[in-house]
């Protein structure tokens, strides 16, 4: 599967942005689908998981109550809708798909990146 995030840009502190994670092939629906960040100083981060049936979602405590995973599986397309967005959120965004049930919080775990959207906040 091949994936295409966007969505990402430029918003101030308090703001909101949704990113979409596009998936080719008819498959979509078989994956386990994660949200990972990465800023310059660090590593790459855990956000957000979807199960493959949209059932089940994982967030990490930094981003709790500010943001919600979704799925169209009829789109082939997964969502973040991130609000009250920090600057400490700046970072590059990427999605991910999990062929095999389990942890969704390490990205190891993962078998296909997307190429990541840039997500700057301004205070």
């Known amino acids: 599967v091949q994936l295409q995030a966007s969505g990402g840009g430029l918003v101030q502190a308090g703001g909101s942005l949704r990113l979409s994670c596009a998936a080719s092939?008819?498959?979509?629906?078989?994956?386990?689908i994660g949200w990972f960040r990465q800023s310059p100083e660090k590593e790459r981060e855990f956000v957000a998981a979807?199960?493959?049936?949209?059932?089940?979602?994982y967030y990490t405590d930094s981003m709790k109550g500010r943001v919600t995973i979704s799925r169209d599986n009829a789109k082939n397309t997964a969502y973040l809708q991130m609000n009250s967005l920090l600057p400490e959120d700046t970072a590059v965004y990427y999605c991910?798909?999990?062929?095999?049930?389990?942890?969704?919080?390490?990205?190891?775990?993962?078998?296909?990146w997307g190429q990541g959207t840039l997500v700057t906040v301004s205070s």
């Open positions: 092939g008819r498959t979509f629906g078989s994956y386990d």
């Open positions: 991910a798909a999990k062929v095999y049930s389990g942890s969704h919080y390490y990205a190891t775990k993962y078998d296909y």
């Open positions: 979807i199960s493959r049936s949209g059932y089940n979602t």
